[in-house]
């Protein structure tokens, strides 16, 4: 039931805020357009990263684009449950070498059209030491060969895997919780990704408490 709960809130959450997704959607044009892969994070957990991840993909999917959803954070992974797909094998065991498969074999159809998620997987024993491997980055580079777009789901920037991500991907978006993210800490996480050479386009001010005739969750700014 649970899991059924949390597709329905993306549903719900793409229609409340189908304006504001549209806006960051388009304001990441004008940055970019030919961005292939965008790695959202956050200062700290709870932020509502992980969902706007879903929600994003299914926008980019509305102009028939093809999303594919990476959830990179192995320590907390969440799309899994969001999507409600299975978590059994994933990121983690594709870039474990030993392992002989295919990155076809671990790409899940989700319920959304146009939406495909690549899990976490079991939480390795070393994931830092995954993420740095070349193969990760070989990974990014299929993908985006594959998929028109492909968002990664990562952890707080103070994790040294987020980081890695970060010098990959071609462009980093902040999610920012309304009213708990004081400046410094935004500060600091900039500082962070700046130091890991990351590109970052903006931020999303995530759970926005807006006048009673709006119900947007979301703010972009860049």
Known sequence: ????????????LVI???????????NI????????????TSYSPAEGKSTLVACMATTYAQQNKKVLIIDADFRRPTQYQKLELSNQQGLSMLLQESIDAEL???I??????????LPAGPLPPNPTEL?????????????????????????????ADTQIVANIVDNVLI?????????????QTIHVLEQAN???????????????RSSSDYYYNY
């Open 1 to 12: 039931m649970k899991r059924r709960q949390n597709k329905k809130k993306i549903q719900e």
């Open 16 to 26: 409340k805020n189908a304006e504001e997704l549209r806006l960051v959607r388009t």
């Open 29 to 40: 044009g004008f940055i970019n357009r030919d961005m292939r892969s965008l790695m959202l």
């Open 104 to 106: 076809d074999d671990f």
């Open 108 to 117: 899940q159809d989700t319920q959304f059209p146009n939406v495909y998620l």
């Open 131 to 159: 993420l740095e491997k070349n193969l990760f980055q070989q990974i990014i580079q299929e993908t985006t060969d594959i998929f028109d777009l492909v968002l990664i789901d990562a952890p707080p920037a103070g994790i």
């Open 175 to 187: 999610v920012v919780e309304d009213n708990r993210v004081k400046k410094a800490q935004l500060k």
């Open 198 to 212: 990351a590109t970052i386009i903006g931020f999303v001010l995530n759970k926005v408490k807006r006048k009673k």
